[in-house]
């Protein structure tokens, strides 16, 4: 009895919510969903700085969210010409320490230790990851460790982890590699769609500190814009938290000069 008598409070506590609301709040994915989705309209693009109010102040999850920003590209990845790929230093960093791996030998090995790289090695490294263990976020290599590491193609390929020289990955510089993959460097790369998309920050970074690493990230894959690209290059911009909605931006605030299409 006492088991009918909770279904039908449960059931007339229901009822007694209007047909309307409760298809909103499904359609936002739960009434948490629709109450951050509250005072944001999908279809307008604001400035950016509206757009960072929005995010941080609906960033209420128990842990600091990652703020996120996702470019879609006027290109077609699937032409060599017309593939986006670089790196940006965040001005404020990232708001994350990443995990370095360098591949080097003798006192470039020594370097990449004192420059603070959580796991140095050569052949017994390319041999740990070959394997599949990758415990790091980031990899650098000297230039002549490339002929080792190349044969990690398959592993760290896909993991978008593959050492670049376009991209400062490649280098004998590694003091400079990983203190700027440790201080807020962000590598960034074209899928498939046409879509860049990247951390660049936390919500409690301050709203300044989020606009100037928006705008840093925004200009690198403008300077980024390839050959074969043609007609628009930058399509829309948005902004999101890890828990929180997607916000577009206009991307006249943030774009301060537009390669020519």
């Keep these: 009895m006492a088991k009918e008598a909770a279904a039908k409070e449960k059931t007339s506590k229901k009822s007694s919510v209007a047909p309307e609301v ?14 951050v989705r509250k005072g944001v309209d999908r279809n307008q693009a604001y400035s950016v700085d509206e757009a960072v109010r929005l995010i941080k102040s609906r960033a209420k999850a ?13 290109v077609d990845p699937k032409h060599a010409d017309q593939v986006v790929r670089g790196v940006c230093n965040l001005p404020n960093g990232s708001g994350r320490t990443a995990r370095v791996a360098v ?6 090995a020594e370097e990449a230790k004192a420059a603070g790289a959580d796991i140095v090695g050569a052949e017994d490294l390319v041999e740990i990851v070959s394997k599949g263990t990758i415990n ?31 991209v400062g990955t490649v280098t004998m510089d ?15 790369r074209v899928e498939k769609a046409g879509i860049v998309h990247a951390g660049i920050g936390k919500a409690s970074f301050t709203e300044q500190a989020l606009v100037e690493n928006i705008k840093a990230f925004v200009d690198a894959v403008s300077k980024g ?12 911009v948005s902004l999101s938290s890890t828990m929180g909605p997607g ?5 006249g605030s943030v774009v301060s000069a537009a390669p020519a299409a």
């Design 174 to 188: 590694v003091t400079s590699a990983i203190k700027g993959a440790k201080g807020g460097s962000v590598e960034f």
């Design 103 to 108: 591949f080097a030998r003798g006192p470039k």
């Design 247 to 251: 916000v577009k931006i206009d991307t």
């Design 22 to 35: 409760l298809a909103a709040t499904r359609l936002a994915g739960g009434k948490r969903n629709a109450e």
């Design 225 to 236: 814009k390839p050959t074969g690209a043609k007609g628009t290059y930058i399509k829309k």
């Design 136 to 166: 790091f976020d980031r990899c650098i290599a000297t230039p002549d460790m490339m002929g080792l590491v190349g044969r990690l193609g398959k592993v760290l390929g896909p993991r978008g982890l593959m050492p670049n020289p376009r």
């Design 62 to 74: 128990k842990f600091d969210e990652t703020v996120e920003i996702a470019m879609n590209l006027g």
